[in-house]
């Protein structure tokens, strides 16, 4: 049974920084793409940031140069590194995990792609 559980949100200053981590169990965790999704309310899903199973990282444009992503596959957990937080960032978390070989290029950072999922932390930036 795929379990993923999300740690590390709060509440910060713009400008501020936070690291989520992910960590995973029931599965071949090195094999895996997995991948950080946020849901601002009233909007939906939205992929941030992806890495496969080769350590191959994708980013949605809104946090190039802002978020790092990577993952440490001793410990079957995936982390993600965000700095100079902006309000827009505000959301609920979720990390996602699905087989690498699923999934095409084009479709790592659609929510639609991935079966499994965290509960989510929430992340608030203040201005």
């Known amino acids: 049974q795929v379990q993923l559980v999300e740690s590390g949100g709060g509440s910060v200053q713009s400008g501020g920084s936070l690291r989520l981590s992910c960590a995973a169990s029931g599965y071949t965790y090195s094999s895996y793409c997995m991948g950080w999704f946020r849901q601002a309310p009233g909007k939906e899903r939205a992929g941030v940031a992806v890495?496969?199973?080769?350590?191959?990282?994708t980013y949605a444009d809104s946090v190039k140069g802002r978020f790092t992503v990577s993952r440490d596959n001793a410990k079957n957990t995936l982390y993600l590194q965000m700095n100079s937080l902006k309000p827009e960032d505000t959301a609920m978390y979720y990390c996602?995990?699905?087989?690498?070989?699923?999934?095409?290029?084009?479709?790592?950072?659609?929510?639609?792609?991935?079966?499994?999922w965290g509960q989510g932390t929430q992340v608030t930036v203040s201005s």
């Open positions: 996602a995990a699905d087989r690498c070989e699923r999934l095409r290029w084009w479709s790592r950072l659609l929510s639609r792609s991935y079966t499994y």
């Open positions: 890495i496969d199973s080769d350590g191959i990282t």
